[in-house]
């Protein structure tokens, strides 16, 4: 159920345009006003993926605090990690707007902002001031628009973030840098990673995750490509997924808006591409998954489908900044229920249904 907070400050905030109101969250989170009650910490939504120790698999996904503002805000809310980004190495700012866009009747959002962000210096004093700080917090890096090596921009993201950050995320699935979804061919996606593996091998923080975040619009045999790229590479693991350009089952006028849609409707095809990535990569690599999750049963439809972790953004702009913790408890609820010892034994539980979603 919503908190006072919750409705109240829903209320609030869609009286705005989507960019007031989240530049107002980003400052209340800020202020250090209890926003949330916060959840319990229970042993059995505990997990280790790639060597990272998170006390629950719920993450706030990339895009919310893209300028590393409020990392420890995030983790106060019941996350049990929070990635910031997408940074750019230099300050860039975004398309026209607006560029952000409620889709009410379906639970949704529409973005076109184009990797709008204060740039990697700005992150990074933000990151060093928290160092000593416990909680696991991911960086989401990128590439300038006009920049003139953008595989440059991605190892000059890994040297940069590397000491600073829990895991580092590869984010070449944004679809509103034009051309950066080419990145996920597999001739360039080869010389990326092998880049992205050379900039940590020499980083301060040689044994640093790395993650790689896709498209939902991806056919099978892109698929194929980057699973054996992902496993050639060493890459630690893929976040499934960003937006997609994909306006099925979506009702709303706004469905003609260009740009990414997240919430609701990415949920179907995103976890479909989820278990197919599960089936590609085997039960060992890292799997985080993305897209439409609004509640307990959809963070667990997540695992079922092959995730060690799951990620939420837009269903937070929807029920408010108590999801997390609801989630959360939801989450402890159902291993209690099931007499789980750890929630990890869901994992893959449903992935012949999820294989047999079509994802075109
Ligand atoms: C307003 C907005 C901005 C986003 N910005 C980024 C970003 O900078 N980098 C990124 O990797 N993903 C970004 N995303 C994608 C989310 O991280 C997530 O992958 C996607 O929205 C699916 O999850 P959801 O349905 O829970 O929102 C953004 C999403 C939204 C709604």
Same mark, same amino acid.
Request: charge should be neutral.
């Given at each position: 159920m919503k908190s006072l907070v919750d409705r109240l400050g829903q209320r609030a905030l869609f009286g705005l345009d989507p960019e007031t109101a989240h530049g107002l969250s980003i400052a209340a989170l800020k202020s250090g006003l209890p926003l949330a009650r916060r959840s319990k910490a229970d042993p059995r939504l505990a997990t280790t993926v790639a060597g990272l120790a998170l006390s629950n698999p719920l993450g706030m996904a990339a895009g919310f605090d893209k300028n590393a503002e409020v990392p420890d805000a995030l983790l106060r809310l019941g996350f049990g990690f929070a990635e910031v980004g997408t940074v750019t190495p230099l300050p860039q700012a975004g398309n026209a707007r607006p560029r952000i866009f409620r889709l009410l009747e379906d639970a949704a959002v529409i973005n076109r902002l184009g990797f709008n962000n204060q740039g990697h210096a700005a992150a990074a004093a933000r990151l060093a001031a928290r160092a000593r700080k416990p909680g696991i917090v991911g960086v989401n890096i990128g590439a300038n628009k006009d920049a003139e090596d953008r595989i440059g921009d991605y190892a000059a993201g890994v040297t940069r973030f590397a000491g600073l950050a829990s895991y580092l995320t590869v984010n070449i699935?944004?679809?509103?840098?034009?051309? +950066?979804?080419? +990145?996920?061919?597999r001739g360039e996606l080869k010389t990326l990673l092998q880049r992205v593996g050379e900039a940590r091998a020499s980083s301060p923080a040689p044994a640093i995750p790395i993650f790689l975040k896709i498209a939902p619009d991806l056919g099978e045999s892109d698929l194929d490509d980057i699973a054996l790229e992902v496993t050639a590479r060493g890459i630690d693991g893929v976040i499934v997924s960003n937006t997609t350009l994909s306006r099925h089952g979506v009702r709303s006028a706004r469905r003609a808006e260009a740009g990414g849609l997240s919430g609701k409707p990415l949920f179907s095809r995103s976890t479909a591409v989820l278990a197919r990535m599960r089936e590609r990569l085997g039960p060992k690599l890292a799997l985080i998954g993305a897209g439409g999750v609004d509640g307990t049963e959809a963070a667990l439809e997540k695992i079922r489908a092959g995730a060690d972790l799951v990620q939420l953004y837009t269903g937070m702009i929807y029920a408010g900044p108590s999801l997390a913790g609801t989630i959360v408890a939801g989450l402890a609820r159902h291993a209690e229920k099931e007499g789980l010892r750890s929630l990890a034994e869901l994992r893959d539980s449903h992935i012949a249904k999820w294989l047999a979603t079509p994802i075109d």
């Open positions: 699935s944004s679809p509103n840098t034009p051309g +950066l979804r080419d +990145l996920q061919g």
